[in-house]
């Protein structure tokens, strides 16, 4: 039991942030989990993260799913590599080796990640032929293995990344107990994406759009288990659904729209965390990107890596189009240099 409450305080510590300049509100405690930045394959990696976290100070900011087999067997530096701006932050590892999971849950505890996240959700078949992904939801005791043995080797948060089901089992029962036995495994947060995957049949692109949206079964997952952490995932494109889905959930998870619309990110501070500190526009947001930008381009990375997850910056906006057009077509080019931004911005705003 006393294990038990420390590893709770523990959890508590690594999942919450105590507001900044903002000393006369009574120090006011927010858990970063209330609004996630979800991990997206080949978009959120440093640079992607290290540009939302210029948006929003308090979101939490997940990696894209890198594999077992890949950390300990590949360069695990370049994947575990992250700037400590980008706090707080969670890993997403993908596989289904529950001694493997705990060594790679080891090393990303030992980077100084503040979590450690599971993904049983991916349905590519890249990811089922690998057994893990969203396969493993019809494998609730290897799934519970895998956590039990993660919990084992950190200290920090073990989570797990879900859907409600998978092809025809998807039934409430069959999600509530495979929630039970996971959670009993040691997982105190389940971030759950409301459509069940479909294995065969569909790419991903059509797992995330046409299997229905069912949020009344990650609703019923908080009245079940109210000691759990409950964060819904899928079909939330604004601030006024995040705000509604806070009333009955722990947290909600935005992908895409906070990536091809990340200036939505401005906003979360304040409306989310009841942050004092006022958002930054558009163009401070650039002003405080350039110096990143010229440094990481003196270390050999390509201008594209970067610009590449900027282009969105101005949805919506006049001149959108022309801010898009001007990098897509210059950031690529060989030697392309910081200017190449800086001429973006002059010729497209000024």
């Known amino acids: 039991m006393v294990k038990n409450r420390a590893k709770n305080r523990r959890k508590f510590l690594l999942n919450t942030m105590i507001e900044p300049n903002n000393h006369n509100n009574n120090h006011s405690i927010f858990k970063a989990s209330r609004f996630c930045v979800a991990p997206m394959m080949d978009w959120t990696d440093r640079h992607c993260r290290y540009f939302h976290r210029l948006i929003s100070q308090h979101a939490l900011l997940y990696t894209e799913m890198v594999t077992t087999g890949a950390l300990i067997h590949g360069d695990h530096n370049r994947f575990l590599q992250f700037n400590s701006e980008e706090h707080p932050l969670g890993f997403q590892l993908g596989g289904s080796n529950p001694r493997e ?116 079964e990650v609703y019923q997952l908080k009245t079940d288990f109210p000691q759990l952490e409950i964060i819904l995932n899928g079909g939330v494109i604004t601030l006024d659904q995040t705000e509604n889905l806070l009333q009955c959930l722990d947290g909600v998870m935005v992908g895409r729209e906070a990536y091809q619309n990340p200036y939505m990110l401005a906003e979360v501070d304040k409306r989310i965390f009841n942050a004092n500190e006022p958002s930054k526009s558009r163009h401070e947001i650039m002003d405080s990107l350039l110096p990143y930008i010229e440094g990481q381009l003196t270390q ?51």
Request: hydrophobic share 40%; net charge neutral.
């Open 300 to 350: 050999g990375v390509r201008l594209n890596s970067i610009t590449r997850h900027i282009l969105g910056l101005f949805h919506g906006e006049p001149g959108a189009r022309a801010w898009r057009r001007h990098l897509s077509e210059n950031a690529t080019t060989p030697n392309a240099g910081i200017n190449v931004v800086r001429d973006a911005i002059a010729f497209t705003f000024h």
């Open 101 to 216: 999971l705990a060594i790679c849950a080891k090393m990303v505890e030992d980077f100084g990640y503040d979590e450690v996240n599971l993904n049983v959700g991916c349905p590519s078949d890249r990811v089922q032929n690998g057994r893990f992904g969203a396969c493993l939801m019809l494998e609730p005791d290897l799934v519970a293995d895998c956590v039990a043995a993660m919990c084992a080797a950190v200290s920090i948060p073990v989570t797990v990344k879900s859907r409600i089901g998978v092809d025809n089992r998807d039934s409430y029962e069959e999600l509530a107990l495979f929630v039970e036995k996971v959670a009993n495994a040691g997982c105190e947060t389940f971030i759950v994406h409301a459509r069940k995957a479909l294995l065969k049949g569909l790419s991903p692109k059509q797992n995330r759009e046409i299997p229905p949206l069912k949020y009344d």
